[in-house]
Protein backbone atom coordinates (compact mmCIF):
# COMPACT_ATOMS: atom_id res chain seq x y z
CA UNK A 1 0.00 0.00 0.00
CA UNK A 2 3.07 2.25 0.35
CA UNK A 3 3.08 2.56 -3.07
CA UNK A 4 -0.31 4.51 -3.83
CA UNK A 5 0.45 6.71 -0.57
CA UNK A 6 3.61 8.16 -2.68
CA UNK A 7 1.73 8.62 -5.39
CA UNK A 8 -1.01 10.79 -3.98
CA UNK A 9 1.55 12.42 -2.50
CA UNK A 10 3.79 13.09 -5.57
CA UNK A 11 0.21 14.18 -7.38
CA UNK A 12 -0.46 16.58 -4.70
CA UNK A 13 3.11 17.95 -4.93
CA UNK A 14 2.84 18.10 -8.41
CA UNK A 15 -0.39 20.15 -8.21
CA UNK A 16 1.33 22.67 -5.76
CA UNK A 17 3.74 23.10 -8.54
CA UNK A 18 1.42 23.01 -10.86
CA UNK A 19 -0.97 26.02 -9.86
CA UNK A 20 2.59 28.21 -8.75
CA UNK A 21 3.76 27.68 -12.80
CA UNK A 22 3.41 31.11 -13.57
CA UNK A 23 5.05 32.69 -10.72
CA UNK A 24 8.02 30.71 -9.91
CA UNK A 25 9.98 27.65 -11.38
CA UNK A 26 12.25 27.29 -8.48
CA UNK A 27 11.67 24.80 -6.01
CA UNK A 28 14.81 24.98 -4.28
CA UNK A 29 16.31 27.17 -3.40
CA UNK A 30 13.65 30.14 -1.99
CA UNK A 31 11.19 30.35 -4.89
CA UNK A 32 11.16 33.59 -7.19
CA UNK A 33 14.27 34.78 -6.76
CA UNK A 34 16.71 34.24 -9.95
CA UNK A 35 19.91 32.66 -9.17
CA UNK A 36 23.52 33.63 -10.62
CA UNK A 37 27.17 32.48 -10.50
CA UNK A 38 30.26 33.94 -9.68
CA UNK A 39 31.94 34.26 -13.43
CA UNK A 40 35.23 33.49 -11.40
CA UNK A 41 36.34 30.04 -13.11
CA UNK A 42 37.36 27.41 -10.52
CA UNK A 43 40.58 26.33 -10.86
CA UNK A 44 39.75 23.03 -12.19
CA UNK A 45 38.29 23.89 -15.27
CA UNK A 46 40.73 26.69 -16.94
CA UNK A 47 39.87 28.11 -19.92
CA UNK A 48 42.66 26.64 -22.24
CA UNK A 49 43.01 23.08 -24.07
CA UNK A 50 45.44 21.69 -21.42
CA UNK A 51 42.89 19.02 -20.56
CA UNK A 52 42.28 17.25 -23.98
CA UNK A 53 42.02 13.76 -23.51
CA UNK A 54 45.52 12.62 -25.56
CA UNK A 55 44.43 11.17 -28.94
CA UNK A 56 46.85 7.80 -27.85
CA UNK A 57 44.64 6.97 -24.91
CA UNK A 58 41.49 6.77 -27.65
CA UNK A 59 43.83 5.34 -30.63
CA UNK A 60 41.80 2.01 -32.33
CA UNK A 61 43.15 -1.26 -30.78
CA UNK A 62 43.05 -4.69 -32.74
CA UNK A 63 43.24 -5.79 -36.31
CA UNK A 64 42.76 -2.49 -38.90
CA UNK A 65 39.42 -3.93 -39.71
CA UNK A 66 38.27 -5.04 -36.13
CA UNK A 67 34.16 -2.76 -35.71
CA UNK A 68 34.94 0.34 -33.31
CA UNK A 69 33.00 3.42 -32.81
CA UNK A 70 29.93 1.93 -32.23
CA UNK A 71 26.56 3.69 -31.41
CA UNK A 72 22.74 3.76 -31.72
CA UNK A 73 20.53 5.96 -33.03
CA UNK A 74 16.46 5.79 -32.26
CA UNK A 75 15.32 5.91 -35.32
CA UNK A 76 11.29 5.18 -34.62
CA UNK A 77 9.31 3.67 -31.65
CA UNK A 78 9.94 0.43 -32.99
CA UNK A 79 13.41 0.74 -35.02
CA UNK A 80 16.66 1.35 -33.67
CA UNK A 81 20.15 2.49 -36.24
CA UNK A 82 23.11 0.77 -35.26
CA UNK A 83 26.32 2.50 -36.70
CA UNK A 84 29.98 1.58 -36.23
CA UNK A 85 33.06 1.80 -38.48
CA UNK A 86 35.83 -0.22 -39.38
CA UNK A 87 39.32 0.44 -41.39
CA UNK A 88 41.26 3.51 -40.12
CA UNK A 89 41.16 7.01 -40.49
CA UNK A 90 44.04 7.74 -42.54
CA UNK A 91 45.56 10.98 -43.00
CA UNK A 92 48.17 12.42 -45.39
CA UNK A 93 50.44 15.60 -47.12
CA UNK A 94 48.80 15.62 -50.49
CA UNK A 95 51.29 14.60 -52.59
CA UNK A 96 51.45 11.11 -50.73
CA UNK A 97 47.48 11.10 -49.89
CA UNK A 98 46.33 7.61 -49.12
CA UNK A 99 43.86 6.10 -51.05
CA UNK A 100 40.27 5.96 -49.79
CA UNK A 101 38.55 2.00 -48.69
CA UNK A 102 36.31 0.44 -50.87
CA UNK A 103 33.04 0.35 -49.04
CA UNK A 104 31.89 -2.88 -51.40
CA UNK A 105 34.93 -4.48 -50.54
CA UNK A 106 32.99 -5.42 -46.59
CA UNK A 107 29.99 -6.59 -45.56
CA UNK A 108 27.50 -4.97 -42.50
CA UNK A 109 25.77 -7.02 -40.12
CA UNK A 110 24.41 -7.15 -36.82
CA UNK A 111 23.45 -10.09 -34.68
CA UNK A 112 21.02 -9.39 -32.18
CA UNK A 113 18.63 -11.14 -29.85
CA UNK A 114 17.29 -10.85 -25.97
CA UNK A 115 19.40 -13.64 -24.79
CA UNK A 116 22.89 -12.74 -25.09
CA UNK A 117 23.80 -16.20 -24.91
CA UNK A 118 22.19 -16.49 -28.35
CA UNK A 119 21.69 -13.60 -31.27
CA UNK A 120 19.38 -15.49 -33.01
CA UNK A 121 18.76 -12.74 -35.92
CA UNK A 122 20.81 -11.03 -38.39
CA UNK A 123 20.46 -7.72 -40.12
CA UNK A 124 21.97 -5.92 -42.63
CA UNK A 125 24.38 -7.41 -45.83
CA UNK A 126 26.67 -6.99 -48.28
CA UNK A 127 24.58 -4.73 -50.15
CA UNK A 128 23.96 -1.52 -49.32
CA UNK A 129 20.33 -0.24 -50.14
CA UNK A 130 20.05 3.08 -48.33
CA UNK A 131 17.31 2.33 -47.06
CA UNK A 132 18.15 -0.93 -44.14
CA UNK A 133 22.02 -0.61 -44.64
CA UNK A 134 24.09 1.79 -45.80
CA UNK A 135 28.04 2.24 -46.00
CA UNK A 136 30.12 5.40 -46.69
CA UNK A 137 33.60 6.48 -46.96
CA UNK A 138 34.72 10.00 -47.71
CA UNK A 139 37.41 12.26 -48.48
CA UNK A 140 38.21 16.05 -46.94
CA UNK A 141 40.90 17.88 -49.00
CA UNK A 142 42.61 20.85 -47.58
CA UNK A 143 45.22 23.54 -48.81
CA UNK A 144 48.27 24.26 -47.13
CA UNK A 145 46.72 27.40 -45.50
CA UNK A 146 44.73 25.27 -43.72
CA UNK A 147 47.46 23.83 -41.64
CA UNK A 148 50.40 22.45 -43.73
CA UNK A 149 52.68 19.49 -43.62
CA UNK A 150 55.37 19.69 -45.19
CA UNK A 151 54.68 23.31 -47.02
CA UNK A 152 51.76 21.10 -48.62
CA UNK A 153 47.89 20.64 -47.80
CA UNK A 154 46.67 17.75 -46.63
CA UNK A 155 43.95 15.25 -47.12
CA UNK A 156 42.18 12.43 -45.00
CA UNK A 157 40.56 9.34 -45.91
CA UNK A 158 37.87 8.38 -43.82
CA UNK A 159 37.36 4.16 -42.39
CA UNK A 160 34.49 2.62 -43.73
CA UNK A 161 31.16 3.98 -42.05
CA UNK A 162 28.39 1.46 -41.00
CA UNK A 163 24.56 1.84 -40.81
CA UNK A 164 22.02 -0.85 -40.52
CA UNK A 165 18.36 -0.61 -39.15
CA UNK A 166 17.23 -3.13 -36.69
CA UNK A 167 13.43 -2.93 -37.04
CA UNK A 168 10.53 -4.30 -35.27
CA UNK A 169 11.42 -3.97 -31.96
CA UNK A 170 9.45 -4.32 -29.14
CA UNK A 171 9.40 -1.20 -26.58
CA UNK A 172 10.61 -2.32 -22.87
CA UNK A 173 12.63 -5.26 -23.99
CA UNK A 174 16.08 -5.46 -23.65
CA UNK A 175 18.24 -6.75 -26.53
CA UNK A 176 22.05 -7.58 -26.73
CA UNK A 177 24.61 -7.20 -30.26
CA UNK A 178 27.13 -7.44 -32.01
CA UNK A 179 28.29 -5.76 -35.14
CA UNK A 180 30.82 -6.70 -38.03
CA UNK A 181 30.95 -9.75 -40.53
CA UNK A 182 31.93 -12.90 -41.09
CA UNK A 183 35.29 -12.21 -42.63
CA UNK A 184 37.29 -9.37 -40.19
CA UNK A 185 35.12 -10.40 -37.49
CA UNK A 186 32.61 -9.14 -34.40
CA UNK A 187 33.09 -6.78 -32.23
CA UNK A 188 32.05 -7.33 -28.45
CA UNK A 189 28.63 -7.90 -27.51
CA UNK A 190 26.64 -4.71 -25.68
CA UNK A 191 23.01 -4.24 -25.07
CA UNK A 192 20.03 -1.58 -25.27
CA UNK A 193 16.81 -1.40 -23.54
CA UNK A 194 13.67 -0.13 -26.62
CA UNK A 195 12.46 2.86 -25.02
CA UNK A 196 8.88 2.47 -23.78
CA UNK A 197 6.38 4.15 -25.55
CA UNK A 198 3.15 6.09 -24.66
CA UNK A 199 2.42 7.49 -21.03
CA UNK A 200 4.63 5.29 -19.30
CA UNK A 201 6.02 7.21 -16.46
CA UNK A 202 8.99 7.86 -15.10
CA UNK A 203 10.99 8.72 -18.95
CA UNK A 204 14.22 9.97 -18.10
CA UNK A 205 16.35 12.05 -20.85
CA UNK A 206 20.14 12.57 -20.73
CA UNK A 207 20.69 16.25 -22.33
CA UNK A 208 24.73 17.60 -23.09
CA UNK A 209 25.93 19.93 -26.07
CA UNK A 210 29.00 21.51 -26.84
CA UNK A 211 30.81 17.96 -25.65
CA UNK A 212 34.51 17.59 -27.60
CA UNK A 213 36.98 15.09 -26.17
CA UNK A 214 38.57 15.91 -22.65
CA UNK A 215 38.54 15.15 -19.35
CA UNK A 216 35.69 16.45 -18.89
CA UNK A 217 33.65 15.65 -21.57
CA UNK A 218 34.76 11.83 -20.19
CA UNK A 219 33.36 12.85 -16.83
CA UNK A 220 29.94 14.68 -18.22
CA UNK A 221 29.14 11.21 -20.82
CA UNK A 222 30.18 8.95 -17.03
CA UNK A 223 27.52 11.45 -15.18
CA UNK A 224 24.87 10.37 -18.00
CA UNK A 225 25.71 6.60 -17.66
CA UNK A 226 25.25 6.85 -14.47
CA UNK A 227 21.43 8.58 -14.52
CA UNK A 228 20.30 5.44 -16.34
CA UNK A 229 18.56 7.54 -19.27
CA UNK A 230 15.98 5.75 -21.50
CA UNK A 231 17.76 8.43 -24.24
CA UNK A 232 19.94 10.64 -24.86
CA UNK A 233 20.18 14.31 -26.45
CA UNK A 234 23.47 16.16 -27.96
CA UNK A 235 22.15 19.43 -28.95
CA UNK A 236 25.26 19.93 -31.34
CA UNK A 237 28.98 20.70 -30.97
CA UNK A 238 30.63 16.95 -30.66
CA UNK A 239 33.81 16.27 -31.75
CA UNK A 240 35.41 19.87 -32.03
CA UNK A 241 37.61 18.64 -34.49
CA UNK A 242 37.95 21.80 -36.29
CA UNK A 243 39.18 23.12 -33.28
CA UNK A 244 42.76 21.94 -34.83
CA UNK A 245 44.35 22.73 -37.80
CA UNK A 246 44.68 20.13 -40.89
CA UNK A 247 47.90 18.88 -39.57
CA UNK A 248 46.98 18.21 -35.97
CA UNK A 249 47.71 21.80 -34.17
CA UNK A 250 45.08 23.25 -31.86
CA UNK A 251 43.78 26.13 -33.59
CA UNK A 252 43.78 29.31 -31.68
CA UNK A 253 40.75 31.86 -32.25
CA UNK A 254 43.87 34.52 -32.66
CA UNK A 255 45.27 32.70 -35.07
CA UNK A 256 43.32 33.45 -37.93
CA UNK A 257 39.80 34.35 -37.53
CA UNK A 258 38.57 34.08 -41.12
CA UNK A 259 39.67 30.77 -41.53
CA UNK A 260 37.60 29.23 -38.60
CA UNK A 261 35.27 27.02 -40.39
CA UNK A 262 37.81 26.35 -43.71
CA UNK A 263 39.94 23.57 -41.11
CA UNK A 264 39.08 20.44 -39.23
CA UNK A 265 41.63 17.60 -37.80
CA UNK A 266 39.35 14.83 -39.35
CA UNK A 267 41.04 12.06 -37.04
CA UNK A 268 39.42 13.61 -33.81
CA UNK A 269 35.87 12.18 -35.26
CA UNK A 270 37.44 8.82 -34.86
CA UNK A 271 38.77 9.05 -30.94
CA UNK A 272 35.81 10.94 -30.81
CA UNK A 273 33.16 8.36 -31.55
CA UNK A 274 35.59 5.92 -29.46
CA UNK A 275 35.15 8.43 -26.34
CA UNK A 276 31.44 8.43 -26.81
CA UNK A 277 31.14 4.60 -27.13
CA UNK A 278 30.73 4.26 -23.55
CA UNK A 279 27.28 5.50 -23.74
CA UNK A 280 26.35 5.79 -26.74
CA UNK A 281 26.28 1.96 -27.85
CA UNK A 282 24.10 1.32 -24.78
CA UNK A 283 21.52 3.78 -24.72
CA UNK A 284 20.62 5.77 -28.12
CA UNK A 285 21.81 9.21 -28.76
CA UNK A 286 20.00 11.17 -30.70
CA UNK A 287 22.18 13.85 -32.41
CA UNK A 288 21.76 17.80 -34.27
CA UNK A 289 24.48 20.17 -36.12
CA UNK A 290 25.79 22.70 -34.37
CA UNK A 291 28.07 25.06 -35.85
CA UNK A 292 31.51 23.11 -35.35
CA UNK A 293 29.85 20.32 -37.41
CA UNK A 294 30.25 22.65 -40.66
CA UNK A 295 33.76 22.55 -41.42
CA UNK A 296 33.46 23.78 -44.82
CA UNK A 297 36.02 22.45 -47.03
CA UNK A 298 37.08 25.24 -49.57
CA UNK A 299 38.73 22.60 -51.59
CA UNK A 300 35.74 20.79 -52.33
CA UNK A 301 33.08 22.84 -53.35
CA UNK A 302 32.50 24.44 -49.92
CA UNK A 303 30.55 21.47 -48.96
CA UNK A 304 29.22 21.33 -45.57
CA UNK A 305 28.70 18.82 -42.79
CA UNK A 306 30.08 16.24 -45.01
CA UNK A 307 31.78 14.43 -41.74
CA UNK A 308 28.97 14.78 -39.56
CA UNK A 309 25.95 13.09 -41.69
CA UNK A 310 28.25 10.29 -42.77
CA UNK A 311 28.87 9.46 -39.08
CA UNK A 312 25.86 10.42 -37.82
CA UNK A 313 22.19 10.13 -39.90
CA UNK A 314 18.88 10.99 -38.60
CA UNK A 315 15.45 9.86 -39.12
CA UNK A 316 14.50 12.54 -40.92
CA UNK A 317 13.29 10.13 -43.14
CA UNK A 318 12.77 6.36 -41.80
CA UNK A 319 12.54 5.01 -45.31
CA UNK A 320 16.43 5.17 -45.88
CA UNK A 321 19.78 6.26 -44.17
CA UNK A 322 20.79 9.78 -45.41
CA UNK A 323 24.39 8.87 -44.63
CA UNK A 324 25.91 11.07 -47.24
CA UNK A 325 23.94 14.59 -47.31
CA UNK A 326 25.34 18.14 -47.89
CA UNK A 327 23.34 20.98 -46.44
CA UNK A 328 24.22 23.88 -49.31
CA UNK A 329 27.12 26.45 -47.73
CA UNK A 330 24.75 28.91 -48.94
CA UNK A 331 26.73 31.72 -46.75
CA UNK A 332 29.81 30.71 -48.26
CA UNK A 333 28.93 30.31 -51.74
CA UNK A 334 26.77 32.35 -53.00
CA UNK A 335 26.51 30.45 -56.54
CA UNK A 336 23.79 27.55 -54.75
CA UNK A 337 21.21 29.94 -53.84
CA UNK A 338 19.73 33.23 -54.90
CA UNK A 339 21.32 35.19 -51.68
CA UNK A 340 24.28 37.20 -51.35
CA UNK A 341 27.21 35.79 -48.39
CA UNK A 342 25.27 35.15 -45.84
CA UNK A 343 22.35 36.64 -46.50
CA UNK A 344 18.99 34.80 -47.10
CA UNK A 345 15.75 36.25 -49.07
CA UNK A 346 12.29 36.22 -47.62
CA UNK A 347 10.18 33.92 -49.04
CA UNK A 348 12.55 31.60 -50.45
CA UNK A 349 13.17 28.26 -49.55
CA UNK A 350 16.77 28.26 -49.45
CA UNK A 351 17.75 24.98 -48.53
CA UNK A 352 17.00 21.25 -50.05
CA UNK A 353 14.65 18.68 -48.23
CA UNK A 354 17.51 15.99 -48.08
CA UNK A 355 19.75 17.43 -45.89
CA UNK A 356 19.55 16.05 -42.29
CA UNK A 357 18.97 19.06 -41.06
CA UNK A 358 15.66 19.10 -38.98
CA UNK A 359 14.14 16.06 -37.62
CA UNK A 360 11.57 14.60 -35.40
CA UNK A 361 10.59 11.04 -33.60
CA UNK A 362 8.81 10.00 -30.41
CA UNK A 363 10.43 8.85 -27.32
CA UNK A 364 8.30 7.34 -24.62
CA UNK A 365 6.21 9.95 -23.38
CA UNK A 366 7.61 12.88 -25.46
CA UNK A 367 7.64 14.15 -29.25
CA UNK A 368 11.29 15.61 -29.57
CA UNK A 369 12.02 17.89 -32.53
CA UNK A 370 15.50 18.75 -33.68
CA UNK A 371 16.41 22.14 -35.90
CA UNK A 372 19.35 23.33 -37.33
CA UNK A 373 19.88 26.84 -36.26
CA UNK A 374 21.93 27.37 -39.52
CA UNK A 375 20.07 26.34 -42.39
CA UNK A 376 17.44 28.40 -43.05
CA UNK A 377 14.44 29.20 -40.87
CA UNK A 378 12.09 32.04 -41.92
CA UNK A 379 8.43 31.68 -42.90
CA UNK A 380 8.12 29.82 -46.47
CA UNK A 381 11.71 28.29 -45.89
CA UNK A 382 11.72 24.27 -46.00
CA UNK A 383 12.55 23.90 -42.28
CA UNK A 384 9.84 26.09 -41.07
CA UNK A 385 7.03 24.82 -43.40
CA UNK A 386 7.88 21.06 -42.05
CA UNK A 387 8.41 22.53 -38.22
CA UNK A 388 4.69 24.01 -38.79
CA UNK A 389 3.05 20.38 -40.30
CA UNK A 390 5.39 18.43 -37.88
CA UNK A 391 3.77 20.62 -34.64
CA UNK A 392 -0.02 20.03 -36.00
CA UNK A 393 0.36 16.49 -36.50
CA UNK A 394 1.38 15.46 -32.58
CA UNK A 395 -1.09 13.95 -30.25
CA UNK A 396 -0.71 14.97 -26.82
CA UNK A 397 -3.13 12.41 -25.96
CA UNK A 398 0.14 9.66 -27.27
CA UNK A 399 2.83 12.41 -26.31
CA UNK A 400 1.66 14.80 -23.89
CA UNK A 401 5.60 16.36 -24.05
CA UNK A 402 6.97 18.53 -27.02
CA UNK A 403 10.10 18.97 -26.35
CA UNK A 404 12.73 20.47 -29.20
CA UNK A 405 16.21 21.06 -29.68
CA UNK A 406 19.00 23.40 -31.77
CA UNK A 407 22.38 24.07 -31.03
CA UNK A 408 22.45 28.28 -30.38
CA UNK A 409 19.88 29.59 -27.59
CA UNK A 410 17.20 32.37 -28.35
CA UNK A 411 17.44 32.91 -24.00
CA UNK A 412 20.91 33.69 -22.80
CA UNK A 413 22.15 36.29 -20.38
CA UNK A 414 26.07 35.38 -21.78
CA UNK A 415 27.56 38.09 -23.85
CA UNK A 416 29.38 35.58 -25.88
CA UNK A 417 26.40 34.78 -28.21
CA UNK A 418 23.79 37.16 -26.80
CA UNK A 419 20.76 37.69 -28.90
CA UNK A 420 22.77 35.47 -31.96
CA UNK A 421 20.12 34.03 -33.71
CA UNK A 422 17.02 36.86 -32.98
CA UNK A 423 15.74 36.66 -35.99
CA UNK A 424 15.38 32.70 -35.78
CA UNK A 425 13.55 33.72 -32.34
CA UNK A 426 11.78 36.24 -34.44
CA UNK A 427 10.57 34.29 -37.41
CA UNK A 428 9.66 30.79 -34.93
CA UNK A 429 8.42 31.51 -31.74
CA UNK A 430 4.94 31.92 -32.30
CA UNK A 431 5.02 28.42 -33.25
CA UNK A 432 6.50 26.93 -30.16
CA UNK A 433 3.55 29.01 -28.52
CA UNK A 434 0.92 28.01 -30.40
CA UNK A 435 1.19 24.36 -30.36
CA UNK A 436 2.25 24.79 -27.10
CA UNK A 437 5.93 23.49 -26.67
CA UNK A 438 6.96 22.44 -23.46
CA UNK A 439 10.89 22.65 -23.08
CA UNK A 440 14.01 24.02 -25.69
CA UNK A 441 17.49 22.60 -24.81
CA UNK A 442 20.36 24.80 -26.50
CA UNK A 443 23.86 24.68 -26.13
CA UNK A 444 26.40 26.92 -28.07
CA UNK A 445 27.32 28.94 -24.63
CA UNK A 446 29.58 26.95 -22.76
CA UNK A 447 27.77 27.48 -19.49
CA UNK A 448 24.42 26.88 -18.16
CA UNK A 449 20.87 28.60 -18.02
CA UNK A 450 17.60 28.06 -16.81
CA UNK A 451 14.67 30.28 -18.39
CA UNK A 452 11.38 31.05 -16.60
CA UNK A 453 8.61 30.10 -19.19
CA UNK A 454 9.00 32.95 -22.03
CA UNK A 455 7.89 34.38 -24.92
CA UNK A 456 8.82 37.25 -26.51
CA UNK A 457 11.89 37.63 -23.71
CA UNK A 458 9.32 38.45 -21.37
CA UNK A 459 8.37 35.50 -18.56
CA UNK A 460 5.07 33.97 -20.11
CA UNK A 461 3.05 31.00 -18.39
CA UNK A 462 2.09 29.54 -22.22
CA UNK A 463 5.84 29.83 -23.45
CA UNK A 464 8.49 27.17 -22.87
CA UNK A 465 11.26 26.83 -20.80
CA UNK A 466 14.31 27.31 -22.16
CA UNK A 467 17.75 25.41 -20.93
CA UNK A 468 21.21 26.44 -22.17
CA UNK A 469 23.12 23.35 -21.38
CA UNK A 470 26.56 23.92 -23.92
CA UNK A 471 28.50 22.51 -20.89
CA UNK A 472 29.88 19.25 -21.66
CA UNK A 473 33.29 19.73 -21.26
CA UNK A 474 35.11 21.04 -24.71
CA UNK A 475 38.90 21.89 -24.63
CA UNK A 476 37.37 26.16 -25.87
CA UNK A 477 36.50 26.00 -21.98
CA UNK A 478 33.81 27.76 -20.44
CA UNK A 479 32.18 30.88 -20.90
CA UNK A 480 34.08 33.83 -19.30
CA UNK A 481 35.41 35.90 -22.03
CA UNK A 482 33.46 38.58 -23.44
CA UNK A 483 32.63 40.15 -20.41
CA UNK A 484 30.64 37.18 -19.22
CA UNK A 485 27.56 37.66 -18.51
CA UNK A 486 25.80 40.69 -20.56
CA UNK A 487 24.59 42.68 -17.42
CA UNK A 488 28.25 42.85 -15.80
CA UNK A 489 28.08 46.53 -16.10
CA UNK A 490 31.88 47.35 -15.76
CA UNK A 491 32.97 45.59 -19.33
CA UNK A 492 33.77 47.65 -21.70
CA UNK A 493 32.35 44.94 -24.45
CA UNK A 494 29.45 45.20 -22.57
CA UNK A 495 29.02 48.92 -22.30
CA UNK A 496 29.51 48.95 -26.06
CA UNK A 497 26.99 46.47 -26.81
CA UNK A 498 24.48 47.37 -24.44
CA UNK A 499 24.66 51.19 -25.23
CA UNK A 500 25.21 51.06 -28.56
CA UNK A 501 23.55 47.70 -30.16
CA UNK A 502 23.03 49.40 -33.58
CA UNK A 503 26.89 49.28 -33.84
CA UNK A 504 28.07 46.74 -32.21
CA UNK A 505 25.87 43.78 -32.45
CA UNK A 506 26.61 41.55 -35.01
CA UNK A 507 26.20 37.81 -36.29
CA UNK A 508 28.56 35.51 -36.70
CA UNK A 509 29.98 34.87 -40.46
CA UNK A 510 28.31 31.27 -40.13
CA UNK A 511 24.84 32.28 -39.07
CA UNK A 512 22.67 33.16 -41.71
CA UNK A 513 20.28 36.14 -41.93
CA UNK A 514 17.47 37.70 -43.59
CA UNK A 515 18.82 40.85 -42.72
CA UNK A 516 22.37 40.88 -42.76
CA UNK A 517 23.17 41.35 -39.08
CA UNK A 518 20.28 40.20 -36.77
CA UNK A 519 17.26 41.52 -35.24
CA UNK A 520 17.24 44.27 -32.55
CA UNK A 521 13.18 43.94 -30.87
CA UNK A 522 12.05 47.38 -30.59
CA UNK A 523 9.78 45.87 -27.99
CA UNK A 524 12.07 45.10 -25.35
CA UNK A 525 15.41 46.32 -24.03
CA UNK A 526 18.23 44.92 -25.79
CA UNK A 527 20.21 44.47 -22.39
CA UNK A 528 20.17 44.61 -18.30
CA UNK A 529 22.17 45.68 -15.80
CA UNK A 530 20.76 42.97 -13.60
CA UNK A 531 19.53 39.25 -14.17
CA UNK A 532 17.47 39.56 -16.90
CA UNK A 533 13.84 38.70 -16.13
CA UNK A 534 13.67 35.74 -18.36
CA UNK A 535 16.79 34.00 -16.45
CA UNK A 536 15.99 31.73 -13.50
CA UNK A 537 19.13 29.99 -12.70
CA UNK A 538 22.51 30.85 -14.44
CA UNK A 539 26.22 28.91 -13.91
CA UNK A 540 29.45 28.56 -16.06
CA UNK A 541 30.80 25.38 -14.79
CA UNK A 542 31.21 22.02 -16.94
CA UNK A 543 28.22 19.29 -16.37
CA UNK A 544 24.56 17.95 -17.80
CA UNK A 545 21.33 18.03 -17.43
CA UNK A 546 18.92 15.35 -16.97
CA UNK A 547 14.31 15.41 -18.21
CA UNK A 548 12.72 13.67 -16.14
CA UNK A 549 8.89 12.81 -17.01
CA UNK A 550 6.99 12.19 -14.24
CA UNK A 551 3.12 12.47 -15.85
CA UNK A 552 1.06 13.89 -18.15
CA UNK A 553 1.52 17.03 -16.71
CA UNK A 554 4.85 17.47 -14.70
CA UNK A 555 8.85 17.15 -15.34
CA UNK A 556 11.46 17.01 -13.27
CA UNK A 557 15.17 19.20 -14.82
CA UNK A 558 18.00 18.50 -12.94
CA UNK A 559 21.63 19.70 -13.37
CA UNK A 560 24.15 17.94 -12.07
CA UNK A 561 28.03 20.11 -12.66
CA UNK A 562 30.98 18.07 -13.17
CA UNK A 563 32.92 19.54 -9.90
CA UNK A 564 30.37 17.81 -7.34
CA UNK A 565 29.02 14.30 -6.68
CA UNK A 566 27.86 12.32 -9.12
CA UNK A 567 24.02 12.35 -7.18
CA UNK A 568 24.46 15.77 -6.31
CA UNK A 569 22.25 18.54 -8.10
CA UNK A 570 23.16 22.11 -8.05
CA UNK A 571 19.92 22.99 -9.92
CA UNK A 572 16.49 20.65 -9.71
CA UNK A 573 13.10 21.86 -10.45
CA UNK A 574 9.75 20.72 -11.06
CA UNK A 575 8.35 22.18 -14.36
CA UNK A 576 4.54 21.93 -14.93
CA UNK A 577 2.23 22.28 -17.54
CA UNK A 578 -0.15 25.58 -17.30
CA UNK A 579 -4.30 24.17 -16.21
CA UNK A 580 -5.44 26.43 -18.91
CA UNK A 581 -5.08 28.30 -22.38
CA UNK A 582 -5.36 31.51 -20.61
CA UNK A 583 -1.56 32.84 -21.07
CA UNK A 584 0.09 35.45 -18.30
CA UNK A 585 2.50 37.36 -19.29
CA UNK A 586 4.36 38.12 -15.90
CA UNK A 587 5.45 41.13 -16.33
CA UNK A 588 2.96 43.22 -17.52
CA UNK A 589 1.10 41.34 -14.93
CA UNK A 590 3.17 43.04 -12.89
CA UNK A 591 5.35 40.16 -11.47
CA UNK A 592 8.39 41.72 -12.45
CA UNK A 593 8.28 45.36 -13.23
CA UNK A 594 7.25 46.50 -16.82
CA UNK A 595 10.38 46.61 -18.84
CA UNK A 596 9.28 47.58 -22.33
CA UNK A 597 10.71 50.91 -21.91
CA UNK A 598 14.29 50.68 -23.40
CA UNK A 599 14.97 53.53 -20.63
CA UNK A 600 14.67 51.14 -17.68
CA UNK A 601 17.36 49.30 -18.84
CA UNK A 602 20.90 49.91 -18.97
CA UNK A 603 20.58 53.30 -20.07
CA UNK A 604 18.87 54.92 -22.25
CA UNK A 605 19.88 54.28 -26.39
CA UNK A 606 19.71 58.58 -26.61
CA UNK A 607 22.79 58.74 -24.53
CA UNK A 608 26.09 58.60 -26.45
CA UNK A 609 28.08 55.18 -26.07
CA UNK A 610 31.10 57.06 -24.16
CA UNK A 611 30.16 55.57 -21.42
CA UNK A 612 27.03 54.61 -19.39
CA UNK A 613 26.20 57.18 -16.54
CA UNK A 614 24.79 56.00 -13.18
CA UNK A 615 24.56 52.39 -14.03
CA UNK A 616 24.28 51.21 -10.68
CA UNK A 617 21.48 53.61 -9.92
CA UNK A 618 17.78 52.25 -8.66
CA UNK A 619 16.63 53.66 -11.79
CA UNK A 620 18.44 51.78 -14.34
CA UNK A 621 18.37 48.21 -12.30
CA UNK A 622 15.77 46.16 -13.26
CA UNK A 623 14.92 44.63 -9.86
CA UNK A 624 13.40 41.42 -9.36
CA UNK A 625 10.40 40.56 -6.90
CA UNK A 626 11.08 39.97 -3.00
CA UNK A 627 10.41 36.06 -2.10
CA UNK A 628 6.90 35.35 -1.43
CA UNK A 629 5.68 35.39 2.47
CA UNK A 630 4.96 32.07 4.13
CA UNK A 631 1.53 33.70 4.84
CA UNK A 632 1.91 33.78 0.64
CA UNK A 633 1.59 29.96 0.52
CA UNK A 634 0.02 28.68 4.10
CA UNK A 635 -2.76 27.53 2.12
CA UNK A 636 -0.41 25.00 0.10
CA UNK A 637 1.07 23.84 3.24
CA UNK A 638 -1.85 23.34 4.79
CA UNK A 639 -3.54 21.02 2.32
CA UNK A 640 -0.14 19.07 2.51
CA UNK A 641 -0.42 18.29 6.30
CA UNK A 642 -4.08 17.56 5.84
CA UNK A 643 -2.80 14.90 2.78
CA UNK A 644 -0.05 13.71 4.77
CA UNK A 645 -2.67 12.85 7.59
CA UNK A 646 -4.97 11.07 4.95
CA UNK A 647 -2.18 9.07 3.47
CA UNK A 648 0.46 8.17 6.50
CA UNK A 649 -1.74 5.35 7.68
CA UNK A 650 -1.57 3.72 3.84
CA UNK A 651 2.26 3.41 4.89
Request: aromatic content about 14%; some cysteine.
Amino acid sequence: MYRYGAVLLLGLLTLVQSKDRGLQMIEFPTPGVPITASLQPDENLTFTQGNDIPMAELAHSGPEFSPDQVHLTMWSETSMLVSWATGLGRDGPTSQAPEPYDPDAVASFVQYGTDAGSLEQTKGGNITDGVTVNRVVYTYEYGPGDGAVNGEGTVYQSPILHHVVLDGLEPGVTYYYKVGNMQDGFSNIFNFTMPKQGNEYPFVIAVTADLGQTYNSSTTLDRMIAAKPDVSLLVGDLSYADSYWANGSFYFWTDSPNMTYFKSYQPRWDTWARLVQKLAAFVPMNTIAGNHEIESIALQNNVTYLSYNSRYPVPQYTDRINANADIPSYYWDQKLLPSVGKFLEPGISNAVTSNNSFYSYNAGPAHIIFLNNYAPYGPGSVMYNWLEKDLQSVDRNVTPWIIMGWHAPWYSTYTGAYKQIAEMQRDMEDLLKEYKVDLVVNGHVHAYERSTPAYKYLPNTCGPNHITIGDGGNAEGLTYYDGGYVDNTTSVDNQNLCLNPEKYYYVPGYTPTYSGNGYIDPNVPFCYTSQAPYSDFRDPSFGHGEIILLNDTALRWRWNRNMDGINEYFDDVIITKPFSDDCTDLVLEGVYPSVHSTAQAWVNRSETASGPTSLDSDTNKIPFPAPPSSADHRWLWGAVTVMLLIVAPLW
